[in-house]
């Protein structure tokens, strides 16, 4: 059952080679404002925000009503060396940017310089196509359990990977996984 009479859910997982909040959202405007983000931090909830206005601290941000904090299955994990956010999002809920399930999307994407949500160290407008899929196309990874999400859409295979690093480091090949994160 999805919530809200959805038509699906999309399951999104980002890794940064780094120990820091990390923020992903969606653009009507392929620009920041008004958009819409859901951000994770080990010393806060994951949660959905509006992106309200340029700022440099949560003045920038305004929490959805209760109501509307839709998201399934969150996680955020850490070690000393990476953070992961993993979520899984109601595609078309209303009042919020409608993600096409069947498309291309505007992704936003950001992280700071640690937990503390303030400034964002980096940040980027990235388009990805998500398509539609069955559970038989969900290719399982080799280091990962990941138990497929009913109904849900996944980035198609032929969009570029997005991978966040510190601008001062080269971009991880090989990412933890979150069970390797908990060991």
């Known amino acids: 059952d999805i919530p809200n009479g959805s038509n699906g859910t999309i399951t999104i997982e980002l890794t940064l080679a780094g120990v820091a909040w990390i923020a992903v959202g969606w653009s009507r405007n392929n620009l920041m404002i008004p958009g819409e983000a859901v951000i994770g931090s080990s010393s806060m909830e994951i949660q959905k925000w509006e992106l309200v206005k340029y700022a440099m601290?949560?003045?920038?941000?305004?929490?959805f009503p209760n109501d509307q904090q839709t998201l399934l299955n969150t996680s955020f994990v850490q070690n000393s060396t990476h953070s992961i956010l993993t979520f899984s999002k109601i595609l078309q809920e209303p009042g919020e940017v409608l993600l096409n399930g069947n498309g291309t999307n505007t992704l936003l994407w950001?992280?700071?310089v640690n937990n503390d949500l303030r400034i964002h160290v980096q940040r980027?407008?990235?388009?990805?196509?998500?398509?539609?899929?069955?559970?038989?196309?969900?290719k399982q990874s080799s280091s990962a359990t990941r138990t497929p999400v009913p109904?849900?859409?996944?980035?198609?295979?032929?969009?570029?990977?997005?991978?966040?690093?510190?601008?001062?480091s080269a971009p991880i090949s090989s990412a933890p996984t979150a069970k390797e994160i908990d060991e």
Not at 57 to 63: E, N, T, Y
Not at 124 to 138: K, R, S
């Open 151 to 168: 109904n849900a859409t996944y980035p198609s295979s032929n969009t570029t990977p997005i991978t966040m690093a510190p601008a001062s």
């Open 110 to 112: 950001a992280y700071g």
């Open 57 to 63: 601290d949560r003045s920038a941000l305004r929490l």
């Open 124 to 138: 980027g407008v990235h388009p990805i196509t998500f398509v539609p899929c069955l559970d038989t196309d969900i």
